[in-house]
């Protein structure tokens, strides 16, 4: 195993060559990377959720039970936990169907490399083409403004998802890239029906 690269460096990574850097990932097949790359999403969401909080905003669904004005404190609080149980949960999903489509003795039996690759291509996407772009809006165009904007900018985060996910998981595995995109289709509906649950 490779030494494990840092977040930091992740993100750049996929920045500079999405392909290669998930090729990297995969080969790498440390889960450290994919579980430091996570909580990078959990802190920023979950600092932008307190944010939130303590400027009074509150969102139009709240977690039953607890209401709406309480919603952004707890999900600050939860933000990290849960982003690395959606990860466990949507990785293992997708390693279950990987390694089942891969070829005997191949590296599809890694469970590190799924992880690994699904938490980067989770975290990188969700990052910066969701969360980022989300806290953008707040300061630009206020509270309010963040559901209409959302509607452009989520599907695309919600595709790069999937183009990470799909390459990594093909070269993780030995996948074609049909197999490979079902397995990170599966994964991500899979820790979605739970997050989509606890995160607004």
Same mark, same amino acid.
């Given at each position: 195993?490779?030494?494990? !690269?840092?977040?930091?460096?992740?993100?750049?990574?996929?920045?500079?060559?999405?392909?290669? @850097?998930?090729a990297g990932v995969a080969a790498r097949a440390d889960a450290r990377e994919g579980r430091a790359a996570m909580l990078v999403l959990g802190v920023l969401h979950g600092a932008f959720s307190l944010l939130l909080f303590l400027s009074g905003h509150a969102p139009r669904f709240g977690l039953p039970?607890? &209401?709406?004005?309480?919603? %952004?404190l707890v999900q600050a609080i939860l933000a990290v936990p849960l982003y690395l149980v959606l990860w466990r949960i949507g990785g293992g999903v997708a390693y279950a169907l990987a390694r089942r489509?891969?070829?005997?003795? &191949?590296?599809? &039996? !890694?469970? &590190?490399? #799924?992880?690994?690759?699904f938490g980067v291509a989770y975290a990188v996407p969700m990052t910066l083409l969701f969360i980022v772009p989300d806290i953008a809006v707040y300061f630009a165009l206020g509270f309010s403004?963040?559901?209409? @904007?959302m !509607? %452009? %900018? @989520?599907?695309? *985060? *919600?595709?790069?998802?999937?183009?990470?996910? #799909?390459?990594?998981?093909?070269r993780a595995h030995h996948l074609r890239t049909r197999t490979a995109l079902l397995a990170a289709l599966a994964g991500f509906v899979a820790q979605a029906l739970l997050g989509a649950f606890f995160l607004r």
């Open positions: 195993m490779s030494d494990s !690269r840092p977040a930091w460096s992740l993100f750049l990574d996929v920045l500079r060559g999405p392909r290669s @850097a998930m039970g607890l &209401g709406r004005e309480r919603h %952004y489509a891969s070829a005997p003795g &191949g590296e599809g &039996g !890694r469970e &590190g490399a #799924t992880l690994a690759v403004a963040i559901g209409k @904007a !509607r %452009y %900018y @989520a599907p695309l *985060a *919600a595709v790069f998802c999937l183009v990470l996910g #799909t390459m990594g998981l093909s």
